[in-house]
């Protein structure tokens, strides 16, 4: 299991001596919001929050605390899912479970859900993104800035200075994570002092769009040569552009991505388009969310945010990745320049509550 920061540990009973209590063992209702069953990373952190889960229930059981019983939805994708993340939060509240989790398709949409959930007077735990408007009782993500400065500082690194890399944006600008990679990014090369130019910037989180942002990139960049280096804000619509890009040849473009997909990871490998994934820990993330979830129903405090941290997969980095599972690796030295040249696996926590 992942023995990954305070909340995993705090959150178990405390082992005693005590005969369990005659009374009936208390089950927590947790009502359980995810994004897509299409993206793997999200797939992988529903997979690291139901171990937890049953993680959690495994020890509790043992020592007569209470048991939890998850009350999952799927929005699904596009604007249709962020329409029934809404409705589906919305009954959740009505529901009144003792702790709603939930993976935003949206930053703003979910804010009436929340505010909703608030008045209510059920804890909130958001995790992979944020919501805008309301007050969450936690809020568990992965160092997003960290995953788009690490692959900034690698491409910079890749040109000189003075060169104006030709760059092409495949971004998502309606969640906060896919933001914050962008911005990191950026900063990576202002503050590496490398020149760039934005050529276009096309829309894409999951397979079907990012198969259209690939076409698209091909029809407005056909001459080769006329793109450096394409920035994806995930996985989910990253490999199926450096699927459409591959197949048209276009092996002189750079990509940079994020998530880790082990579909990316084999890009790399192979060095096939994609030479920086910068790889989130996805069965961690979304067994903090649970943890945080658990500690919150039985009365206890946690911090309000803990950023989770992301690892930079190079052909010369892929011998310490150990996968989506985790565990988080040691400190390295990164074997490319940068301002930061030690990459640390620490979960940052902020807001403690105590």
Not at 218 to 236: E, I, M, P, Q, R
Request: net charge neutral; glycine share 10%.
């Amino acid at each position: 299991m992942w023995a990954i920061g305070w909340l995993l540990l705090s959150v178990l009973p405390a082992v005693t001596n005590a005969a369990p209590a005659a009374s009936p063992i208390r089950t927590l209702h947790i009502g359980v919001l995810y994004w897509s069953m299409n993206i793997p990373g999200q797939v992988a952190m529903r997979s690291g929050l139901e171990a937890q889960a049953r993680h959690l229930n495994d020890t509790a059981r043992q020592h007569g605390q209470p048991q939890l019983e998850l009350l999952p939805m799927v929005a699904g994708d596009g604007a249709a899912g962020v329409e029934r993340q809404v409705s589906q939060m919305f009954d959740m509240v009505r529901r009144k479970p003792d702790v709603i989790v939930v993976q935003p398709t949206d930053n703003a949409a979910l804010a009436g859900p929340l505010r909703a959930a608030n008045q209510a007077g059920i804890p909130v735990v958001a995790y992979d993104q944020y919501i805008s408007g309301g007050n969450m009782a936690a809020y568990i993500t992965s160092d997003n800035r960290q995953a788009g400065y690490l692959d900034g500082e690698y491409v910079a690194a890749q040109f000189p200075d003075d060169k104006a890399i030709r760059l092409v944006l495949v971004e998502y600008p309606r969640v906060s994570s896919t933001v914050e990679r962008l911005n990191g990014f950026l900063d990576a090369l202002r503050d590496q002092g490398q020149a760039y130019k934005i050529l276009k910037s096309y829309e894409a989180v999951e397979p079907v769009a990012g198969q259209l942002a690939g076409q698209q990139m091909l029809h407005d960049f056909s001459a080769k040569g006329s793109v450096d280096a394409v920035f994806a804000v995930n996985d989910g619509g990253g490999v199926s552009v450096v699927d459409v890009l591959a197949a048209a040849g276009r092996s002189e473009i750079m990509v940079a991505s994020i998530d880790g997909d082990p579909k990316s990871v084999d890009n790399v490998r192979a060095g096939r388009l994609t030479r920086i994934d910068s790889a989130q820990f996805c069965g961690p993330l979304g067994a903090q969310a649970i943890s945080a979830a658990y500690a919150i129903a039985t009365g206890k405090s946690v911090p309000r945010q803990a950023l989770v941290p992301v690892f930079p997969i190079t052909r010369e980095t892929l011998d310490r990745y150990p996968g989506w599972d985790g565990p988080i690796p040691d400190q390295f030295t990164k074997p490319w320049q940068a301002r930061n040249p030690v990459w640390r696996g620490d979960i940052k926590f902020a807001n403690d509550g105590k």
